[in-house]
C-alpha cells in the first residue's frame, strides 16, 4: 500500500503529452492508422531509494553503481548497487575534527575518493585539508602535499582502467591553481597507499612559484584575481596525439589544447599548458552572480568524445555542440543559451511565484534536469520545451543536489533525508516530431526508428516544403516514397504545368511497385510514354531538324533508358499494340522502330521485308540481331536468292550455328551449280574450319561433291583415311553414290574400306594393274599373309589369263614374296614352253636348295651346342667348394661354421637361418605360405625346425644319379629338399630375386608416415 507521500510525489509529477503533428490525409491514402492503446510511459520516471539515513545528507558521489554518502554525523556510507543489502560505513570523525567537508569526489571506476575540506570556523591553525579513500580500504588517508589548497573540481581520466591508480588527473583549486597528480594504492598492501605517485619541482620559467606548496603545479589561472575552479575536464581528441582541457570558473570557460609529444613524461599535461604560460588563454566569459556554477558533458560512453557541452549561470544553462576537428583554439562550437522556465506543467497554485536559478542540473542526449530546492524540471535541448516537472514535498528535506553515473549514465537526486533515482526512458520518442518543425528531416527519419507511420510524416512535410519552394522534381522523387494519394499528387503537379516533375513522380512509383501489379503498372507505363510523346511531338512540330536539337536528343535518350527498364519491357511486351498505336497516333516512326527493335520482334520485321521482296535489308535485319533460331526459320528462302551472301552470313556465325539444324534449308534449296558452290563452301568449313563431326554433313558434301565436284570425292575419301571407325561418313551411302556416278576408283577405295577385298581388287583391275596390285598391298598391315597371297593370285591370273603376258607375269613374282612359279602354273595354258620360264623354276628351286642347306647347318649348330651343354653338366657335378674355419656368413658375420649353411657356386655363403630370414620378405605369397607350412612340417618330423642340410640335396640327387642309383628320397628329405627349392635355387645377392627387388621402394606405402614420424 502506497504512503500519503508516495501518493502525493504521483500527483506531483507532469509529462508533457506530445501530439504528432497532424496528417492532412485520410487513411485510405496513407495506409496507416493513428492508434494509442495506453497513455505513453514519461521520459522520466523518480523511484525513491529504501534508504533511511541516520543524519541529514550532505553529499552523494556516484560512479559504476558504487554511490557513496557523506552525512552530517561524520559517517561516510558506502554501497554497491550490485548488493544493495550490503551498505558499508566508515565513521571519519578522528580524521576530519573540527573540519567542513566542502568537496566529495569520486573516480570513473568508483574505486578513487578524494575529499576536500576547511575549517568550520575561520581558524589560521587549522589549514585546509585533502584526503583519500581506496575503495579496498576504511582509512583515510591526508594528502600532505595539498595542505592549504581547497579542492574544488577534479579532471579524472577517463581512459584508466586500473583500479589500484588513477591514472593522471587534473586538480583544481578554490585558488585558481591546477595540479596534476596521480594517485592510488602503494604497493601490494592494501591499507598501506600514498596518494602522491610522482612530483616534480615547478619549471624554471615559473620562478615565482618554486616553494613546497606548489611541487606538481603545472598552471595558474588566476595570477591575480584568484578566481576558484569549479569543474574540470580533459579529453584525448581521436586519433592524434592532441589533448583539450576544459574548466570553469563562476564566470568564465577556458579551453586549453595542445599536443603531447611524450606520454611518458611528468608531469603529462604540462606539456599542453606550455604555449599558455606566454600568451593569454582563450576564454568565454557570462555575467554570474550565483556562488557556483555548473559544467556537465555528454557522451555516448565514457571512453568516447564528448558530444555536447553544457554550462550552468546565472543566465541559463550555456549549450554547444564539442567538435575535435573544429578551430584548433575552439572546439564548443553552435554555441547557445537555453533560458531556465518560468513556467509550469502543474496547476497554477503550484506555479513559482519568483524565477530562481537552479541549484544544479544533469544533461542526457536531448534533455537537461534542472534542480531546485523543492522540485525537478525536464527542458527540452531541441525546442526549449518544458517537458516534465517534478515536486517534492518538504518530509524530506530540502533538494540538495542531482548528480549523474559517467559509467551506466543513471540520474540520482538527493534532498536532505532521502535519495531519488530517475529512470530514463525511450528519451528519443518524440525528437523526430521536433527536428520535423526545425526542418531537418535527414535527423527526423534517423529518429523515426524505422517507425513506417512516422517516416512517411516527416517525407511528406519534407516533400511539401520543397513543393512549396518550387523544386519541384526533388519534391516528387520525395513524394513518390510516401503513402500519400496518387491521383492528389499528380494533380498538384499537373496544376503547376510540371510535366518533368510528374515524369520523375511516375517513374519513381513504377520503380516502387511490385511485378504482381500490373494494374498499375501499365497504367503508369502507357501513362509515362504519352507525356513523353507529347514532348517529343512538340519539337517535332516546331523544328523540322529536331533530330540535331540537343534537348530533343537528351529527351530521346531519356526515352530509350525508360523503356530499357525491365519492368517497363515487359509491360511494352505485354502491351504491345497500346504502345503502338499511342506511338503512330502522334506519328512517330523512330520511336516504332526502336520499339521494335527494343522488343526483338525481328522475326515480324524479317517477314515484312520478305514480303517486300526486300531479301538484303531482310538479311541486315537477321545478321544484327541474336536470335539463333531465326538464322535455322529463314536461310532456306534467302538462300534461295542470296546464295553468296547468305553463305557468307552463315559464315560469320562461326560455332554459334549448328550445321545440322541449318540442313533442312540447306537440303531444301534448289541446287543448281551456283547454290551446289556456295552450299558446298559452307560444309567446308564446317567440317575443315569448325571440326564438324556429324554424319549428315560429311554425307550431304559428298553427295554434291558426286553429283558437282567429282575430281573432289577421291581427294575427300583420301582425307578421312582407311580406317572405318575413324570416318565421319556413311561408307554403305557412299558407295552407292560412287556407283552410281561410275566413279569407278572411288568404288575401290570404299570397298577396300568395307573390307570387300575381292571386289575392290575386281574393280580394280577393271582399272589398272597398278592400282590392284596397291588394294592387294593394304591386307600385309593386318598382318593376313593369306587374304593377300589370294588377291595377288587373282591379279596374277588377270595377268596370265587376260593379257596373256609371260613377262609381266615373270615380274609380278618379284613384286610379291607370297607367291612362286608353282602358284602361278596353272594359269598358263597347256601350249606354253618351259623357256618362258625356266629362269623362274631354277630360281625357285635354287631358293629351295638354299634353304634345305640353312636347316642342315641349324640343326649342326644345336648338336654342338647340345655336347657343350652335356660337358658342362658333367663338370658342375663334379665341382667342390672349400670352406675355411674362418669363413662369415654374408648375412649377420658370424662364423659360418657354427649353424647349418648354404654356399652357393658365386662363393656367397649363408647361415640356412639368416638365408631364409632375408629371403623370405622377397617372395610371393603363396611361395611363403608354402614354406612356412614346410618348415612347420619338418619340425613335426624331426622336432627341430632349423635342422637343414649343408649340402644341398640338390647335389646329392645329382651324385646319386651320376652313379646308376634311383633310391626315393624318405619323407624327411623330400621337405629338405622341397625347401631347398624354395630358398637356396638361386644366390640371394646375385639371382634373379636381387635383380626384380630393384624397383621396390625402400620403405612401403603402409609404413611411410610411420617411418616420416620416426624420422622427425
Not at 540447306?666 to 547454290?675: A, G, Q
Request: glycine share 4%; with cysteine.
Amino acid at each position: 500500500m502506497t504512503s500519503v507521500f508516495d501518493q502525493f510525489e504521483q500527483a506531483s509529477q507532469r509529462s508533457k503529452q506530445t501530439v504528432p503533428p497532424p496528417i492532412c490525409h485520410d487513411i485510405s491514402s496513407t495506409g496507416f492508422i493513428q492508434m494509442k492503446l495506453q497513455d505513453e510511459i514519461p521520459i522520466f520516471i523518480k523511484q525513491k531509494v529504501n534508504f533511511m539515513p541516520s543524519d541529514k545528507i550532505l553529499r552523494i558521489c556516484v560512479s559504476n553503481n558504487f554511490i557513496v554518502i557523506a552525512m552530517a554525523n561524520n559517517v561516510l556510507l558506502r554501497i554497491d548497487m550490485k548488493h544493495p543489502d550490503k551498505p558499508e560505513e566508515i565513521d571519519i570523525t578522528k580524521y576530519i575534527g573540527n573540519l567542513r567537508l566542502t568537496g566529495m569526489f569520486l573516480d570513473p571506476l568508483g574505486q578513487h575518493l578524494l575529499m576536500s575540506t576547511v575549517p568550520k570556523q575561520d581558524d589560521s591553525s587549522s589549514p585546509a585539508e585533502t584526503f583519500y579513500l581506496h575503495r579496498k580500504s576504511t582509512k583515510l588517508k591526508q594528502a600532505s602535499k595539498f595542505r592549504n589548497h581547497e579542492i574544488t573540481a577534479v579532471g579524472w581520466n577517463y581512459t584508466n582502467i586500473s583500479e589500484t591508480t588513477s591514472g593522471p588527473i587534473l586538480l583544481g583549486t578554490s585558488k585558481g591553481l591546477i595540479f596534476e597528480t596521480e594517485i592510488g594504492l602503494d604497493g601490494d598492501k592494501i591499507f598501506t597507499t600514498s596518494i602522491e605517485q610522482y612530483w616534480r619541482q615547478l619549471p624554471n620559467y615559473l620562478p615565482l612559484y618554486v616553494n613546497k606548496e606548489l611541487e606538481g603545479l603545472v598552471f595558474d589561472i588566476g595570477k591575480d584575481s584568484k578566481p576558484p575552479i569549479t569543474d574540470i575536464e580533459f579529453r584525448r581528441i581521436p586519433h592524434t596525439d592532441k589533448y583539450i582541457i576544459i574548466l570553469t570558473t563562476l564566470i568564465r570557460i577556458y579551453q586549453y589544447i595542445g599536443t603531447v609529444t611524450n606520454h611518458e613524461e611528468k608531469p603529462l599535461f604540462q606539456q599542453v599548458f606550455n604555449k599558455y604560460l606566454n600568451i593569454k588563454e582563450r576564454f568565454n566569459q557570462l555575467e554570474n552572480s550565483l556562488p557556483y556554477s555548473k559544467m556537465q558533458f555528454y557522451y555516448s560512453s565514457p571512453q568516447d568524445f564528448p558530444k555536447t557541452f553544457s554550462w550552468l549561470t546565472e543566465s541559463g544553462i550555456l549549450f554547444s555542440q564539442v567538435d575535435p576537428k573544429a578551430d584548433s583554439e575552439n572546439i564548443l562550437i553552435n554555441q547557445q543559451m537555453l533560458p531556465c522556465p518560468e513556467t509550469s506543467l502543474l496547476s497554477s497554485n503550484m506555479s513559482r511565484k519568483k524565477s530562481i536559478a537552479p541549484l544544479s542540473f544533469v544533461l542526457t542526449e536531448f534533455h537537461v534536469l534542472l534542480l531546485y530546492s523543492d522540485h525537478v524540471k525536464g527542458v527540452s535541448l531541441l525546442n526549449q520545451e518544458l517537458i516534465f516537472e517534478d515536486i517534492y514535498n518538504d518530509a524530506f528535506g530540502k533538494l540538495i543536489n542531482i548528480t549523474k553515473d559517467p559509467i551506466t549514465g543513471s540520474i540520482w537526486a538527493f534532498s536532505e533525508r532521502a535519495v531519488f533515482k530517475y529512470k530514463v526512458t525511450k528519451e528519443d520518442r518524440n525528437v523526430w516530431q521536433v527536428y520535423i518543425e526545425k526542418g531537418e528531416f535527414e535527423l527526423a527519419k534517423h529518429y523515426c526508428k524505422d517507425n513506417p507511420a512516422h517516416i512517411d510524416q516527416v517525407l511528406v512535410k519534407q516533400a511539401e516544403m520543397l513543393f512549396q519552394n518550387k523544386e519541384y522534381e526533388r519534391s516528387a522523387l520525395i513524394y513518390a516514397d510516401t503513402h500519400s494519394s496518387f491521383e492528389e499528387i499528380s494533380l498538384k503537379f499537373l496544376q503547376e504545368n510540371e510535366i518533368e516533375a510528374l515524369k520523375t513522380f511516375l517513374k519513381k512509383k513504377l520503380e516502387g511497385l511490385k511485378t504482381q501489379d500490373k494494374t498499375q503498372i501499365t497504367m503508369i507505363v502507357i501513362w509515362v510514354v504519352e507525356l513523353f510523346m507529347n514532348q517529343m511531338g512538340s519539337f517535332r512540330s516546331m523544328d523540322t531538324a529536331y533530330l540535331q536539337n540537343s534537348r530533343y536528343i537528351k529527351l530521346q535518350k531519356e526515352f530509350d533508358s525508360f523503356l530499357a527498364t525491365d519492368k517497363v519491357e515487359e509491360c511494352v511486351r505485354k502491351n504491345r499494340s497500346t504502345i503502338c498505336n499511342i506511338m503512330a497516333s502522334h506519328g512517330d516512326k523512330d520511336n516504332l522502330l526502336r520499339l521494335t527493335i527494343m522488343n526483338r520482334n525481328y522475326e515480324e520485321v524479317i517477314r515484312q521485308h520478305l514480303y517486300k521482296n526486300n531479301n538484303l535489308e531482310a538479311l541486315e535485319v537477321l545478321k544484327s540481331q541474336g536470335n539463333k533460331e531465326l538464322f535455322y526459320q529463314f536461310s532456306g528462302i534467302l538462300l534461295q536468292e542470296l546464295p553468296k551472301q547468305t553463305i557468307a552470313a552463315l559464315i560469320s556465325q562461326g560455332s554459334s550455328l549448328k550445321p545440322s539444324k541449318l540442313l533442312p534449308a540447306l537440303v531444301s534449296c534448289k541446287c543448281d551449280e551456283k547454290h551446289a558452290k556456295e552450299i558446298i563452301r559452307y560444309l567446308e568449313h564446317c567440317i575443315y574450319e569448325q571440326s564438324c563431326q556429324e554424319q549428315a554433313i560429311h554425307n550431304f558434301l559428298l553427295s554434291l561433291y558426286a553429283r558437282y565436284k567429282k575430281d573432289e570425292v577421291m581427294r575427300y575419301i583420301s582425307s578421312q583415311g582407311q580406317d572405318i571407325s575413324m570416318v565421319h561418313y556413311d561408307v554403305h551411302y557412299a558407295l552407292r553414290l560412287c556407283q552410281e556416278a561410275n566413279l569407278t576408283e572411288a568404288c575401290v577405295q570404299l570397298s577396300a574400306l568395307l573390307g570387300l577385298w575381292s571386289t575392290a581388287v575386281d574393280l580394280a583391275l577393271s582399272v589398272s594393274v597398278d592400282l590392284a596390285k596397291q588394294i592387294a598391298s593394304i591386307p600385309s598391315h593386318h598382318g593376313n599373309d593369306e587374304l593377300r597371297k589370294k588377291l595377288w593370285l587373282k591379279i596374277a591370273e588377270h595377268v596370265v589369263r587376260e593379257k596373256n603376258d609371260i613377262e609381266q607375269a615373270m615380274e609380278f613374282l618379284q613384286q610379291c614374296d607370297l607367291v612362286r612359279i608353282e602358284d602361278i602354273l596353272p594359269f598358263f595354258s597347256d601350249f606354253v614352253t618351259i623357256d618362258h620360264f625356266k629362269e623362274a623354276i631354277c630360281n625357285s628351286l635354287q631358293e629351295y636348295n638354299r634353304h634345305i642347306q640353312d636347316l642342315k647347318e641349324e640343326m649342326q649348330e644345336a648338336t654342338k651346342a647340345a655336347e657343350t651343354i652335356r660337358k658342362d653338366i658333367q663338370a658342375f657335378r663334379t665341382r667342390c667348394t672349400f670352406v675355411h674355419a674362418k669363413d662369415t656368413c654374408n648375412t649377420c658375420g658370424t662364423q659360418l661354421l657354427l649353424r647349418p649353411f648354404y654356399v652357393f657356386p658365386c662363393s656367397h655363403r649363408f647361415h640356412s637361418d639368416c638365408l631364409v630370414a632375408a629371403l623370405t620378405p622377397m617372395l610371393s605369397i603363396e611361395s611363403q605360405t608354402q614354406l612356412a607350412d614346410l618348415q612347420h612340417q619338418l619340425t613335426l618330423i624331426s622336432g627341430r625346425p632349423d635342422e637343414l642340410a649343408g649340402i644341398s640335396n640338390q647335389q646329392q640327387h645329382t651324385i646319386s644319379a651320376d652313379s646308376g642309383t634311383s633310391a626315393s628320397l624318405s619323407t624327411k628329405e623330400q621337405i629338405k629338399a622341397d625347401i631347398d627349392e624354395l630358398v637356396a635355387s638361386e644366390c640371394l645377392y646375385c639371382g634373379d630375386l636381387m635383380i626384380d627387388s630393384i624397383d621396390k621402394p625402400f620403405i612401403e606405402e603402409e609404413d611411410y608416415e610411420r617411418v616420416m614420424k620416426e624420422w622427425a
